[in-house]
């Protein structure tokens, strides 16, 4: 190992932390205009997904802590590109008074991400996890003046720290049973002792803090808040970067470092291992955030139940377990991403007009301005997964992978039930959308400022990949099954 | 000896981190905290991990209690006088608390290796912070840096969340 | 017979012990043998420079103090870093100075912001 090696290999992250500084400096000076440091992250970002695409194939330092593959190249690249987005719908938020530092720790979780993303050994994750938890909080509550705001980074916080301290525990357990944080060793060791209680004890205690940031029932009590008191970009941000690199290391940790304590999920053929846990959360998590949307009026709110719904569904491909199965849930964790990203650009323009996010300041939208409606109906309808849309691909792969797991189709009872949920689902999109196009526009709604362009353009062009991975997803998932073989 | 030692340190741990949540008054609990942070610090020296114990009193029981004391202060909290005690929330969290403790002990309680005696430590050549030392900035030097970045993160974000504004900007 | 390289720091805490507790027992013992107790309104009252005291010892700080407390926190946690780093000094190869140099460079960036950004000003 050399110093050469690390610089070199952690070149992306490096570069974006870089980014960060320089905009924290400009920030700092008269130059440091909006404008400048939206231009000055943007180019940071493009400029570090080049550096990955310059990464060798394969590399792996330190037992794992960071490691260079297909897989994390390809998902440090959508992270990445969710950051840029994110900066985009930042850039026209009014609420944001210090502009630069809010940028800053935007890299800076991005940065967070990125590890998570790129690390196959617990200590790593840890850390990784931390400074995107960290980053988040701040993010969330940034809009200090606003109580909202305020209290969704304060519950944020208390949440996360409780379901880190519990992770942290349970890695500890992991590590004094096998004697490693390598995921690779841990495999190794794992596959050779028998169980023991205390690394079960440890494995759910892991589980915790994905679970956590997954927002799975039952921990999922800080999503409605956050979603709905966060500014707009934050909880875009939340909702998409943290989920899809949440979904990658969970992925990695119990398909390879807890591979051996699977277990089974099969109707009456449970095995105790991750599995039934998993699948229990799974379970709680499409009931209770599909049933509880139903209820909302608030549509930050709605999407934070839907989200819930979503993070059961996409585990269903990690239950499924095999190559299939996790690259089902790599696919359906990026779709959602990009779909959630988009609508809360559509929400950020609606709340820029009519001063609020709730279903009556969308009334009327179809007629004030089409495009936006058309917009809010793709990533909506992708949501619910009505073909011929990228949800719709992804829901069927998910489903199917997770049909055709098992000796006798024995994750038929999770795959129903996911099913029966969509159904669900389907109404709530529904009554947004008829809120949009059929209700009359509401006579508070003031006149149409100056639309901001730049959060249009990352609109349209979010609405236009959901579309296009609809209609022909065989280039992403190539990819992704590419890249776990 | 050491096993004497032990227990002082365990129960004065123990005792000052109850002390912790009964105290009424915010300085107290914040004081005892610090006594349970020197219980813990011992327990570290005598398993050789001076390095730790010390930093447990500097960072712990100095600067992390500091700021505990100034955010009483700045609170200006008192003694509470009379605590409504939410008595179902105190229970549940009171079974809780048991049910964890039960589930850890036997837990532990039912681990074979937990059984044997633990062979004694290797007496290292060199003390315990070059250890440290050379570990952290040879093997962990990427986690080390994350680190960094961490605490620049926590620089900005408590700066920018406790910063007062100005009523005309 | 060798002594544990910590043992000095052992009778250094030891000496520290006694220096403070040493007046406290001695005073403890004036007063249970020699003080004749006569409690007054005046005699528990706060000293204050003779001074009647004014409302109650326990003040609400500004703000202001806070922000100090938090960066000196951060520095501190710094600082746990830079002990082992000096011990191990001499058995680390160039790199690791780079690397000691680079997270100096995050902190020392966290410092310069914040200075900028107007936080170290005493705001009336």
């Known amino acids: 190992m050399s110093y050469f090696d690390l610089l070199r290999l952690a070149w992306p992250e490096a570069s974006i932390v870089l980014t960060a500084l ?172 028998n169980a023991q209680p205390l690394l079960a004890a440890g494995i759910v205690m892991t589980l915790i803090g994905f679970a956590f940031k997954i927002a799975a029932a039952p921990f999922h009590l800080w999503a409605p808040d956050v979603y709905q008191g966060a500014p707009i970009p934050s909880a875009a941000f939340i909702a998409s970067g943290s989920k899809v690199a949440s979904f990658v290391v969970l992925g990695k940790i119990l398909l390879v470092g807890f591979d ?25 998590s499409i009931l209770l955030g599909n049933f509880v949307a139903l209820a909302q009026t608030n549509v930050r709110r709605l999407l934070a139940y839907s989200a819930v719904a979503h993070g059961g569904y996409t585990l269903l491909g990690l239950l499924a377990g095999d190559r299939d199965g996790f690259s089902a849930t790599l696919f359906y964790t990026t779709i959602y991403a990009l779909t959630l990203l988009g609508a809360f650009g559509v929400i950020a323009l609606v709340r820029r007009e009519t001063g609020g996010d709730d279903l009556q300041n969308f009334a009327g939208l179809g007629q004030r301005s089409p495009l936006l409606a058309v917009c809010m109906s793709i990533f909506l309808l992708s949501l619910a997964g009505l073909p011929p849309l990228a949800g719709f691909f992804g829901k069927f792969y998910l489903f199917s992978s997770a049909f055709r797991a098992g000796a006798n189709h024995g994750l038929l009872w999770l795959v129903a039930l996911a099913l029966f949920g969509s159904l669900i689902s389907l109404y709530y999109y529904l009554i947004v959308l008829k809120v949009i196009f059929l209700d009359e526009r509401s006579t508070t709604a003031t006149a149409p400022a100056a639309r901001p362009m730049l959060v249009e353009v990352a609109t349209g062009v979010l609405a236009a990949l959901v579309l296009l991975f609809g209609v022909d997803p065989s280039g992403l998932v190539a990819r992704i099954v590419a890249a776990l073989a | 000896m050491q096993l004497f030692l032990f227990w002082c340190a365990a129960l004065l741990m123990l005792v000052f981190g109850v002390a912790v949540i009964l105290n009424r008054n915010p300085v107290a609990s914040a004081l005892s905290l610090v006594v349970s942070f020197l219980g813990l610090a011992t327990l570290f020296m005598m398993l050789d991990a001076y390095f730790i114990g010390i930093i447990q009193v500097l960072v712990y029981a100095g600067a992390v209690m500091v700021l505990f004391l100034f955010i009483i202060m700045l609170l200006d909290l008192r003694a509470e006088n009379l605590r409504k005690i939410n008595w179902p929330a105190t229970a549940g969290g009171a079974v809780v ?46 986690p080390f840096q994350v680190i960094g970045v961490l605490v620049l993160v926590a620089t900005i974000g408590v700066v920018v969340l406790s910063k007062r504004e100005l009523a005309n900007k | 017979m060798s002594l544990h390289p910590y043992f000095e720091i052992v009778v250094f805490v030891g000496v520290a012990l006694i220096f403070p507790v040493m007046p406290l027992i001695l005073a403890w013992m004036w007063r249970r043998f020699f003080q004749p107790p006569k409690p007054g309104a005046a005699k528990n009252a706060t000293y204050e420079c003779g001074m009647e005291s004014l409302g109650e010892a326990q003040i609400q700080f500004r703000s202001q103090y806070y922000l100090y407390a938090i960066i000196f926190l951060i520095f501190d946690v710094e600082a746990v870093f830079l002990v082992p780093f000096a011990v191990a000094f001499t ?23 914040a200075w900028g950004k107007g936080c170290l000003n005493w705001a009336k």
């Open chain 1, 22 to 193: 320089v905009v924290l400096a400009i920030g700092l000076t008269n130059r440091g205009t909006r404008p400048a440091i939206t231009l000055l992250a943007m180019v940071g970002i493009a400029l570090a997904i080049k550096n990955v695409l310059r990464l060798p194939h394969d590399a792996i330092l330190f037992n794992g802590m960071l490691v260079i593959s297909p897989l994390t190249s390809l998902f440090k690249i959508v992270s990445l590109a969710l950051a840029f987005f994110t900066v985009a719908l930042a850039q026209s938020e009014s609420s944001l008074r210090h502009y630069a530092e809010y940028i800053a720790i935007l890299l800076l979780a991005c940065v967070g991400l990125m590890l998570l993303v790129g690390s196959e050994e617990l200590l790593t994750i840890f850390i990784g996890l931390e400074l995107l938890g960290l980053s988040l909080y701040v993010l969330t509550a940034f809009d200090k003046i606003d109580i909202y705001s305020a209290e969704a980074g304060l519950k944020y916080f208390l949440f996360g720290s409780t379901a880190s301290a519990f992770t942290l525990f349970g890695i500890s357990l992991v590590y004094g049973m096998a004697g490693s944080t390598s995921l690779a060793v841990l495999a190794q060791k794992l596959s050779v002792t």
């Open chain 1, 260 to 284: 051996s304590a699977r277990g089974s999920s099969d109707w009456h053929a449970m095995i105790a291992g991750w599995s039934p846990i998993i699948s229990l959360l799974a379970a709680m």
């Open chain 2, 97 to 142: 608390a048991f049910v964890f403790l039960i589930q850890v002990l036997s837990v532990i309680g039912r681990l074979t290796d937990a059984k044997k005696t633990f062979p004694p430590l290797a007496r290292s050549t060199i003390d315990d912070v070059r250890n440290v030392g050379v570990t952290l900035f040879t093997n962990f030097n990427f």
């Open chain 3, 91 to 113: 058995g680390l190869p160039v790199g690791a100075f780079l690397s000691i140099l680079v997270f100096l460079l995050l902190l020392i960036e966290g410092l310069v912001w």
